[in-house]
């Protein structure tokens, strides 16, 4: 079974830049989400999508960040402008969308913004 | 908003020894609880999942659910040195499938 994959899984930037990081979620999955996740916050909540539609856009993250979901099995999160305090590892997960079946995780992306 | 705490920091154990990790919660609603484990540099894979009191077993792994105690614990039985990981403890509430992580405890098993 695929399980979620995420492309680039390490993307350098320069300040300023407009970075789009991937997400194939599992086939058939009606949830996904992504994190962001640092040694110092830990993993936080960058969006949430229920049958493509967006259920939380994790507040303090709205100005730069930009998750979409144009198909089921493809999502994009977008940074514009990326700032070197974006520089963490980005998971994107995927879930049946049922109470008592786990996220699935990707391997992340890993951003260092210069 | 929902805090999940969870201790040791750190952890180090000789392989075959018991290694018990704790979770505390704050929200008393919570009825959803999971065990991720993370290899450095990789995603995250869910190791077992517990929704009432008590205790559930995946081969290894048992979680034990308190929830008038608002705390959930981890052990890990015959840990061998591949179990060398950062452990993390997710909480939820089914009703909006927000997930609520801790800061994780970082286990090392040596030989």
């Known amino acids: 079974d695929a399980g979620v994959t995420q492309t680039p899984r390490h993307e350098v930037a320069e300040k300023g830049q407009t970075i789009i990081l991937k997400c194939e979620p599992v086939?058939?999955?009606?949830?996904l989400f992504w994190y962001r996740q640092t040694k110092i916050q830990g993993l936080e909540l960058l969006s949430y999508?229920?049958?493509?539609?967006?259920?939380?856009d994790g507040g303090a993250f709205k100005d730069r960040f930009k998750a979409e979901m144009l198909n089921s099995s493809f999502s994009t999160l977008k940074i514009q402008p990326t700032e070197p305090k974006d520089s963490a590892v980005y998971l994107c997960?995927?879930?049946?969308?049922?109470?008592?079946?786990?996220?699935?995780f990707g391997e992340g992306t890993r951003l260092s913004v210069l | 908003q929902q805090k999940v705490q969870q201790s040791p920091e750190s952890l180090t154990v000789s392989e075959g020894a018991m290694a018990s990790l704790n979770c505390t919660f704050s929200?008393?609603?919570?009825?959803?609880f999971r065990w991720y484990r993370q290899h450095s540099a990789k995603g995250l894979e869910v190791l077992v999942s517990?929704?009432?009191?008590g205790e559930k077993e995946e081969g290894r792994f048992t979680a034990h659910l308190n929830r008038a105690n608002l705390h959930v614990s981890l052990h890990i039985r015959e840990p061998q040195p591949s179990d060398s990981a950062v452990y993390l403890c997710?909480?939820?509430?089914?009703?909006?499938?927000?997930?609520?992580f801790g800061d994780g405890t970082q286990l090392v098993v040596k030989p």
């Open positions: 517990i929704f009432s009191d």
């Open positions: 997960a995927s879930s049946p969308g049922t109470e008592y079946q786990a996220p699935l």
């Open positions: 086939s058939g999955h009606n949830d």
């Open positions: 999508f229920r049958s493509k539609s967006l259920m939380e």
């Open positions: 929200d008393g609603t919570s009825n959803n």
């Open positions: 997710a909480v939820s509430i089914t009703s909006n499938n927000r997930i609520f």
